[in-house]
Nanobody
């Protein structure tokens, strides 16, 4: 059984930083894109960032460019460094893994999903 487990969420003040991690079990994701999405209360899930297997192709949502950095740590792990956090970044953050190596911003291209980790940014 394939599982993705996120960690690193929490509460911070605006301007602070958090680092999210996602660890996979049950298989490796060599040659597969992994990414992050988020969902704020009352809103639809939205794309945050995604990376190809070796990081050769990385895409970010415009709202997080210059503040968030995604990395592929190994075949089973991806991280999301979030700096200069804003209250608008408050959401549940989900890790996702694709069967393709193309890092896409559309959720339906991702087969595996974690349960999510809460990030709360106060002003």
């Amino acid at each position: 059984q394939v599982q993705l487990v996120e960690s690193g969420g929490g509460s911070v003040q605006a301007g602070g930083s958090l680092r999210l991690s996602c660890a996979a079990s049950g298989r490796t994701f060599v040659g597969n894109a992994m990414g992050w999405f988020r969902q704020a209360p009352g809103k639809e899930r939205e794309f945050v960032a995604a990376s190809s297997w070796r990081g050769g192709t990385i895409v970010y949502a415009d709202s997080v460019k210059g503040r968030f950095t995604i990395s592929r740590d190994n075949a089973k792990k991806t991280s999301l460094q979030m700096n200069n956090l804003e209250p608008e970044d408050t959401a549940v953050y989900y890790c996702a893994a694709s069967e393709e190596n193309e890092p896409r911003s559309i959720s339906r291209f991702y087969r595996y999903w974690g349960q999510g980790t809460q990030v709360t940014v106060s002003s």
